[in-house]
């Protein structure tokens, strides 16, 4: 059998057994589809003939053409459990890469944007037409609640309830919800109220945000969006949608928020996610002391 169908099986397995998000099946699949190459194109051997020397030069490979730590212990990861799936289908009788380890260096700490940053991007929507107020209010939201970019554009209508100040939010199989500050409440009715009964092409359509053809805000839109308005606030930070979510979580923790309480509105089922926070108030402690201080 041709290696693409036992890729095709692992894809299956991880959408329909293991539920995997889009996002991670698409890179476990693109990563062992690399390997498939690699194999075929330098080693002539299919994906049942790999031993462990084989994969160690795959992996010599990746780090001769340049890759970082983190991307080669991400394809490693992806290879591994590609290869315990066909240990379990009886296809092959033992992994090739289960004991292979990479150190993915030293793992740097998200950017964030200072408050007044912040304050500079959220004011560049202009509130003259439909789509000013759409982006607007997307970007209080985003800031006001630091929830994920790929739950804000799969909210809808009636995840919001405005009258009580807050969001539903449901990821990763959780349900929760988070408030929002006034600044965003007003935005968010006046999107609500004003303009987005003016966006949707479907009157019964349930995304709370549409691009301007009237359809759901897909996660490309949404990059557009934020990368148009850092242009326009001459912000030099590469900001990404998750860079409001670490501004969020970090401005939060800097005010007295405890960590428990941004866990929770942050969706982490690991308290551990939510400490990197702690790490990034600490270094902005030491870099105002080293710049402030007259001994410094």
């Known amino acids: 059998m041709p290696d693409e169908n036992y890729i095709e099986s692992f894809e299956s397995y991880l959408k329909e057994e293991r539920h995997a998000s889009q996002n991670t099946y698409s890179s476990y699949v693109r990563d062992v589809n690399q390997f498939s190459a690699y194999l075929k194109r330098y080693i002539k051997k299919g994906l049942l003939s790999v031993d462990n020397g084989v994969f160690l030069g795959y992996v010599a490979y990746m780090q001769s053409a ?20 066909l240990m379990r289908e009886g ?11 990479i150190d993915k260096g030293e793992k740097k700490l998200p950017q964030i944007l ?16 439909v789509k000013g107020y759409r982006d607007r209010a997307m970007l209080e939201l985003l800031y006001a609640t630091g929830i994920r970019v790929t739950e804000l554009i799969s909210l809808n209508i ?15 199989g959780k349900e929760r919800y988070i408030p929002m500050y006034s600044a965003a409440i007003k935005a968010m009715s006046d999107y609500i109220n004003l303009v987005r009964g003016q966006l949707i092409a479907d009157p019964d359509e349930q995304a709370l945000f549409v691009n301007m053809s009237g359809e759901r805000m897909s996660r490309q839109g949404f990059w557009k969006v934020i990368k148009h308005y850092q242009e326009m606030a001459k912000i030099d930070k590469d900001i990404t949608p998750h ?27 690991d308290i551990s ?7 990034i108030v600490k270094k902005q402690l030491k870099d105002v002391y080293n710049k402030a201080h007259p001994r410094a």
């Open 66 to 85: 340049g890759k970082s730590a983190a991307t080669v212990s991400r394809s490693v990861a992806s290879i591994k459990s590609f290869y315990t799936y």
């Open 91 to 101: 296809l092959v009788e033992q992994n090739p890469v289960h004991d292979v380890v």
């Open 114 to 129: 200072t408050s007044a940053e912040v304050e500079l991007l959220l004011e560049q929507p202009k509130c003259t037409d």
């Open 158 to 172: 009636d995840d919001v309830k405005l009258s009580a100040g807050i969001i539903k939010c449901s990821g990763h």
């Open 243 to 269: 860079t409001l979510r670490h501004s969020f979580a970090a401005h939060l923790l800097e005010n007295g928020a405890d960590l428990h309480s941004i866990q929770e509105m942050l969706g982490h089922a």
């Open 273 to 279: 996610s939510t400490q990197v926070y702690t790490q």
